[in-house]
């Protein structure tokens, strides 16, 4: 009866932290209030509710490795939920249904290369991943991380972006679609397809783990295919319209031509190979 009741009644969590990554987005950090830990995997996420106001999915973007009973939400204020919790102070608690969902395949992706592509909030479900192979580094071959956002003043995670740049034992690229001209950027200008032709790829041991804004998906999957990368071994995280994480209210329903699948069960870590027939789905 208790994990059932874990579906379906939120727990208090109470807000330990936060910090402000961009001028719309802050990073939560919180804790349960009867100190179970959230044992999550890579890729999946929770139902946040403020009483009053509502419920919303929000994807887990720490890593289950990192040794802390506390678990961190990236969260950009866009709705009336977000944006009540960017109202709220460190002490104060919200509700936490969950885990949900099929997260990221972190054992059968042992002894590959990952080519990680990230695109704007992207980086949030996908961070929680990358940690998970930075943690357990040995236990991963080649490790490619490729990060783009609009501009600089998007980019999230700049201490852990910035460790990735210096790291030997990875290969890291950011990029921007556009940078003013009074500020200093080192990086790429340009689209983020545009630094897949620079990564190599071994067809039999790469894995692409690819999110970010819906009209990235097309783009990716179109240099990938130039790169001959097996469908297979590609993994896409497509947060669609979720909403009560359970597969009852059919918001995220992926419809098929023989079978239906909801984000907020089947996925949001979809094989691409199984979902590329579906047309909604991207």
């Known amino acids: 009866m208790e994990s059932n009741d874990s579906l379906f009644l939120p727990e208090q969590a109470r807000i330990i932290g936060e910090k402000e990554l961009t001028s719309n987005t802050k990073l939560f950090d919180l804790h349960f209030e009867n100190g179970k830990e959230l044992n999550h995997e890579p890729g999946q996420f929770v139902e946040l509710s403020i009483a009053g106001i509502g419920e919303a ?24 939920v977000t944006n009540a919790l960017h109202r709220l102070n460190v002490g104060e608690t919200v509700g936490i249904r969950g885990p949900f969902g099929t997260g990221f395949p972190t054992e059968e992706l042992k002894g590959q290369d990952l080519l990680f592509i990230a695109g704007g909030l992207g980086i949030a479900p996908l961070r929680s991943f990358i940690n998970y192979t930075l943690d357990n580094r040995d236990d991963y071959n080649e490790i490619n991380i490729l990060y783009g956002c609009r501009k600089p003043c998007e980019q999230m995670f700049e201490d852990e972006v910035s460790n990735w ?80 994480g359970v597969g009852k209210c ?33």
């Open 57 to 80: 999915p929000i994807s887990i973007t720490s890593s289950p490795t990192r040794g802390t009973p506390s678990f961190e939400l990236c969260v950009r204020a866009v709705g009336n």
């Open 165 to 244: 740049a210096r790291r030997q034992d990875i290969y890291h690229e950011a990029t921007v679609d556009y940078c003013p001209e009074e500020v200093c950027w080192e990086g790429n200008v340009g689209v983020i397809t545009e630094l897949i032709p620079g990564v190599d790829i071994d067809l039999a041991e790469t894995y692409a783990v690819v999110c970010g804004p819906p009209v990235m998906y097309k783009f990716v999957l179109q240099e990938l295919e130039k790169k001959e990368l097996p469908h297979d071994q590609i993994y896409l995280s497509l947060e669609r319209r979720m909403k009560c």
């Open 250 to 282: 059919g918001h995220c329903q992926i419809n098929g031509a023989e079978e239906e699948l909801y984000a907020c069960q089947d996925g949001p870590v979809f094989n691409y190979e199984r979902i590329k027939g579906f047309e909604e789905a991207i």
